[in-house]
């Protein structure tokens, strides 16, 4: 089986003119990993067509140690275009495999839970924490808020208790095999899809 291409190569000419094409990809070609309608586009041109048909879920991470899977999570927020990502502690966070996506996303940080949890409180947003803890309800058999903002933490430790005893609600994704807990980044894509059934594909 061969490998899949990605990408296009330089545009004939004549090239379009609209500005939200990018000159040096029409004339050296696309490679991006990008939907088709956005060969050639510049980066801010995408980002302002998604901005436009955004679904009205956030999510945070809580970036307490340097986690690999950060990068997979914000790659999930893309795919479902989601409105905005919160970056609780740390600024710096391995983007390697976000895959470049995290260029296309809504991305605010904030110094500490205590920063987080007031600008949630200004927008509404109710938080959701996705952890495995004492007192979590089973995922399948909870109704997630319309103005969810769905808590993420690190791979193994979790969320801090800061962060636990901010949430209003903190959901669990049922499991049945031998180890104690799924990878957070698959956690992320799960939890983001069940809103997803929830508000969106069902309408």
């Known amino acids: 089986m061969q490998?899949?291409?990605?990408?296009?190569?330089?545009?004939?000419?004549?090239?379009?003119?609209?500005p939200k094409f990018d000159r040096m990809l029409l004339?050296?070609?696309d490679k991006r990993n990008v939907l088709d309608k956005y060969h050639?586009?510049?980066v801010a041109a995408i980002k302002t067509d998604l901005d436009e048909h955004r679904i009205d879920l956030e999510i945070a991470i809580e970036n307490l140690q340097r986690?690999?899977?950060?990068g997979t999570i914000v790659r999930a927020a893309n795919a479902f275009n989601i409105k905005k990502?919160?970056?609780?502690?740390?600024?710096?966070?391995?983007?390697?495999?976000?895959?470049v996506t995290d260029l296309y996303m809504n991305i605010q940080y904030h110094d500490d839970v205590k920063t987080f949890a007031e600008a949630m409180k200004k927008t509404g947003r109710d938080m959701i924490a996705v952890d495995i803890v004492a007192g979590a309800k089973n995922l399948s058999?909870?109704?997630?808020?319309?103005?969810?903002?769905l808590v993420f933490g690190a791979e193994g430790p979790g969320l801090?208790?800061?962060?636990?005893?901010?949430?209003?609600?903190t959901v669990m994704i049922e499991q049945f095999g031998s180890t104690r807990s799924v990878n957070v980044g698959v956690a992320?894509?799960?939890t983001m899809y069940a809103w997803l059934q929830q508000h969106s594909l069902t309408r």
């Not at 490998?3 to 609209?18: F, L, M, Q, S, Y």
């Not at 986690?67 to 950060?70: L, Q, R, S």
């Not at 058999?141 to 903002?149: G, H, Q, S, Y």
């Open 85 to 99: 990502v919160h970056i609780i502690g740390r600024k710096q966070w391995n983007k390697r495999g976000a895959m």
């Open 27 to 29: 004339q050296e070609g």
């Open 3 to 18: 490998d899949e291409i990605i990408g296009v190569g330089p545009h004939p000419e004549p090239w379009p003119t609209d």
């Open 160 to 169: 801090s208790k800061e962060m636990l005893s901010t949430v209003n609600e």
């Open 67 to 70: 986690d690999y899977n950060m």
């Open 188 to 190: 992320a894509g799960i």
């Open 141 to 149: 058999e909870v109704k997630l808020p319309a103005n969810a903002v």
């Open 40 to 42: 050639y586009w510049t």
